[in-house]
């Protein structure tokens, strides 16, 4: 509600009395709908063609409680409660078949794996540096990877067993891509400008990952999340939103344009998910029920055949 | 002292002796019969390395020193029944999880503590076996203390008696709020337990109809799970007649578990599951091969029985379990830390086992932990190397526990070459192709000028090259 306005819904106005943003200050789509004045990047990317948005995504019967909603984003089962994996981690692992050597998904952030990449079988590694993939050595000793390497790679004469054969594969395929992402890391030292917010360092490294081409298909990353700071804020969200929607818009503004330069737009679609309930908070600081109501929105960022960042917002 | 390495399991044999063992390996009668060293099988170093990374985390030195001059017999008799005193030591360490069941992080640290400490291991791997199987997570829970009461109730089970573990399942709370299955009204029977009880923990899918979940599930009313207690409310419980698998009676879950077990589907599904924890996950048993030791098991559901029949057969010691399983992330790091005889932060170590997938406590689903190559693909393998190095590095989040150079002292090889000796021997019975082994031996070397501190770097590097290789991610 506060990512894509509709500044001129008479609903609107009425059930946001504190919180409804003033018109002049929208960056204006149509005579209906406008951007969050911080979202000013947005607006370009929209007017250059890379963004486009899908309103009113969400599920029938909401019974508005914080756990249900939550749970119903993360797992897309709103009719199975005891639903045990996310609808992400249903994605990888019917993508990925059991002999492959690299991971198709991983989580990039300092904060616990959100439950939407919970898979029944293949493990969704949390990536909080780049280092975290890398063969790393014991510091003074980098000269000593070729040999670590070389002992991997020797032909192993028992290749009737099917497990050893897998395991070499995935160890040399490890080293492989160990060096594309120091190669990456060394590349792109300085030459990108991301701004300093913690969004803009994580779709850093996932463009990072991206151009170093190692088999990963599906990024996801958080922003906000619950608690101080995030965008869980009830009637209190005015001002705590306008940072984060701030740091959101010019974090995926730097993450296209970086994208962008090296003709990788092409191959990435990014989404992010914004939802919240028309009506703000009775009173501040009260627990209400909220997530994603009728008027829920998803923005989809469209860039050549269509790329997706994920941002589930806190709600 | 290499005379013991020369004979391996599945190479270097002469090919006629090969095809001899390759017949015998289908014939189940030899392959449960129990394991006698012989010319073509000696018992070495390892066979001991291999039985010790199925029925415990790995051994140090003198286990496997100690285990060498015992015998497979008496080996495996201190496996199952150890000499020590292991109840003082549960005990002990039942009292450390009492004050630590405020938090699911303590009780994970205290629990990796106890397997790297204990006296039973394969009590703990066990354990941790049926954590898998009965998989209960805490994210959902959300009670450390009824997570307690249930790794406590598989730990008493592990290796007694099924039936009755299965019986303790049937009402364990976690299990039961975890499952969705904490109320089952009269009127409104909850299929929830009733339903994985035959898919998950018995029969397998498609030994089952759904009539006889639809009635089972009748037979658990009465049971609720009320401010994290079992209660039983009588006038809940439907006290009609219930049909399940053809037998018909007034059935209570008592009656309608001990069905189930009766079922010839139970005892093949777990020691197929135990076959594959024991022996070999590259390929599926035959029906001849199983059928022996499922219908043994069917009669007592001993676990501790059926353990002690694979562990000491012909088949566990044979070129068809050799290597022929992927360690889990707990089997890969407490392999290093018991070969290396120190005791690590388990704190950091539980969470760093939980970013490689496998988090204590927190199975991904109730299908528990898929395993096997599910493990393993270049990022978790760089996950793996990873933590090796952070263990092995001598500072940080680790700090000095393990010291490979200090070790080797311990034990008397005070040179470079016999500390890496040592080390290759400790980690993986020195059991690669020779030129593998070389290639990594020729980095232990003393260079001119090298000092006391640079043999200590140059080994822990040795260790961190060696705990990578790809042999040693196999159990």
Same mark, same amino acid.
């Given at each position: ?57 969400? +599920? ?26 996310? @609808? ?6 019917? #993508? ?131 608690? #101080? ?48 309930? #028309? ?37 | ?159 007694? /008696? ?15 709020? +975890? ?37 089972? /599930? ?13 209660? +039983? ?135 528990? @932990? ?106």
């Amino acid at each position: 509600m506060n990512t894509v306005v509709p500044y001129e819904d008479d609903e609107y106005a009425r059930n946001r009395p504190t919180l409804r943003l003033s018109p002049n200050e929208i960056h204006k789509i149509d005579s209906r709908l406008g951007f969050h004045p911080r979202m000013g990047a947005f607006m370009r990317l929209y007017e250059q063609g890379h963004l486009s948005i899908i309103q009113g995504v969400g +599920y029938p019967n909401i019974d508005r409680t914080h756990e249900s909603g939550m749970r119903i984003w993360h797992t897309a089962a709103p009719d199975e409660p005891d639903c045990q994996t996310g @609808w992400l981690g249903r994605t990888v692992d019917s #993508i990925r078949e059991i002999n492959s050597v690299n991971a198709p998904a991983v989580f990039v952030g300092s904060i616990a794996k959100p439950f939407g990449l919970n898979a029944k079988n293949v493990i969704v590694p949390s990536v909080s540096s780049l280092e975290n993939l890398t063969m790393r050595e014991m510091p003074g000793y980098r000269k000593y990877q070729s040999q670590r390497k070389q002992a991997a790679e020797l032909r192993r004469p028992n290749q009737n067993n099917p497990l050893m054969h897998f395991l070499q594969r995935c160890t040399l395929n490890a080293y492989k891509n160990s060096e594309r992402i120091e190669a990456v890391m060394k590349k792109t030292a300085d030459t990108t400008q991301y701004p300093q917010f913690e969004l803009a360092g994580s779709l850093r490294m996932v463009a990072q990952l991206i151009r170093a081409d190692i088999g990963i298909r599906i990024f996801f990353t958080e922003l906000g999340g619950g608690g #101080i700071g995030g965008f869980d804020n009830h009637a209190n969200q005015l001002g705590n939103h306008c940072a984060l929607l701030h740091h959101f818009s010019e974090s995926v503004a730097a993450f296209i344009h970086d994208l962008k330069r090296d003709k990788l737009l092409n191959r990435v679609l990014l989404m992010t998910f914004s939802c919240r309930s #028309i009506s703000q908070s009775y009173g501040f600081g009260q627990r209400r029920p909220e997530v994603s109501h009728r008027l829920s929105q998803c923005v989809c960022n469209r860039a050549g055949p269509m790329a997706w960042l994920r941002q589930l917002e806190g709600a | 002292m290499n005379e013991q390495f020369e004979k391996r399991p599945d190479q270097h044999q002469p090919q006629k002796a090969r095809r001899v063992i390759d017949e015998k390996l289908t014939d189940p009668d030899w392959a449960w019969a129990a394991y006698r060293p012989n010319a073509q099988q000696p018992w070495n170093l390892i066979q001991i390395g291999h039985l010790f990374r199925r029925a415990a985390f790995g051994a140090d030195w003198k286990q496997l020193q100690q285990a060498l001059s015992d015998g497979p017999q008496r080996t495996i008799d201190k496996l199952l029944k150890p000499q020590a005193d292991t109840t003082a030591f549960n005990d002990t360490y039942d009292g450390y999880d009492n004050s630590a069941a405020g938090s699911i992080k303590s009780l994970r640290a205290w629990w990796l503590r106890r397997i790297i400490q204990t006296p039973h291991p394969l009590l703990e791997k066990m354990t941790l076996f049926w954590h898998g199987h009965f998989a209960t997570k805490s994210d959902k829970v959300k009670n450390p203390r009824l997570m307690l009461q249930h790794i406590r109730l598989l730990r008493s089970h592990a290796l007694n /008696s099924f039936s009755d573990m299965l019986q303790a399942i049937s009402l364990d709370p976690a299990v039961l709020i +975890y499952l969705g299955a904490d109320a089952n009204r009269k009127a409104l029977p909850n299929e929830n337990f009733a339903r994985p009880l035959m898919e998950i923990f018995t029969m397998g899918p498609g030994n089952y109809k759904k009539k006889d979940v639809r009635e089972a /599930s009748r037979a658990f009313t009465g049971w609720f799970v009320l401010r994290s207690r079992l209660r +039983y409310i009588s006038r809940e419980h439907d006290g009609n007649i219930k049909e399940v698998f053809s037998e018909r009676g007034n059935f209570t879950g008592e009656d309608v578990v001990r069905i189930v077990l009766k079922q010839p589907a139970t005892s093949q599904m777990l020691v197929r599951k135990l076959y594959r924890l024991l022996i070999c996950e590259t390929e599926e048993p035959n029906a001849a091969m199983i059928n022996p030791l499922a219908e043994t098991f069917a009669k007592d559901y001993d676990i501790m029985k059926l353990t002690e029949t694979m562990l000491r057969s012909n088949l566990f010691f044979s070129s068809a379990a050799y290597r022929r399983r992927i360690k889990s992330p707990v089997e890969f790091a407490l392999g290093i830390v018991k070969a290396l005889e120190g005791v690590v932060s388990t704190t950091q170590l539980a969470q760093d086992l939980a970013g490689l997938g496998q988090n204590l406590y927190n199975p991904p689903t109730a299908n528990g @932990w898929a395993g096997g190559q599910h493990w393993i693909d270049s990022a978790t393998l760089a996950g793996r190397s990873n933590l090796a190095l952070a263990l092995l590095q001598g500072s940080g989040p680790y700090a000095d526990k393990l010291n490979p150079r200090a070790l080797a002292n311990k034990h008397g090889r005070t040179t470079l070459k016999s500390a890496g000796q040592l080390l290759l021997d400790l980690f993986l019975q020195s059991d690669l192709p020779s030129d593998v082994r070389e290639s990594i031996l020729k980095t232990v070397q003393v260079t001119s000028g090298s000092g006391i501190d640079d043999e200590e770097a140059m080994l822990r590097r040795f260790a961190h090259t060696v705990v990578t290789l790809p042999e040693f991610q196999l159990a």
